[in-house]
Nanobody
Framework: QVQLVESGGGLVQAGGSLRLSCTSS????????MGWFRQAPGKEREFVAG????????SYADSVKGRFAISRDRVKATIYLQMNSLEPTDTADYYC????????????????WGQGTQVTVSS
């Protein structure tokens, strides 16, 4: 069983920034991709960003391209999501995800989820 512990959510004004962190209990030699998803009230969970095990390949949802950046520290077994130019539509619970394998995908490819951290962007 892999545990994912997230931190960094909170309340921010539109145009502001936040950085989310997620530390995994999985050993650093793992080649699993990791990512971030989000779920707004009344909506389905959606992909936000993903990163491969080496940290040199990333993928983003169109809605966050150019504003969010995902990164990975394999030594610390931690991934980050730097969120800039936040908009009220970014308000959601954000979930860290560990994929079953090396490929970044949708929710069906996720093996483990974090508990979620709330991000609220006020206008």
């Amino acid at each position: 069983q892999v545990q994912l512990v997230e931190s960094g959510g909170g309340l921010v004004q539109a145009g502001g920034s936040l950085r989310l962190s997620c530390t995994s209990s999985r050993r650093t030699s793992s080649n699993n991709a990791m990512g971030w998803f989000r779920q707004a009230p009344g909506k389905e969970r959606e992909f936000v960003a993903g990163i491969n095990w080496r940290g040199d390949s990333t993928s983003y949802a169109d809605s966050v391209k150019g504003r969010f950046a995902i990164s990975r520290d394999r030594v610390k077994a931690t991934i980050y999501l730097q969120m800039n130019s936040l908009e009220p539509t970014d308000t959601a619970d954000y979930y860290c995800a560990s994929y079953r394998g090396a490929t970044i995908g949708d929710t069906r490819s996720v093996a483990y989820w974090g508990q979620g951290t709330q991000v609220t962007v006020s206008s």
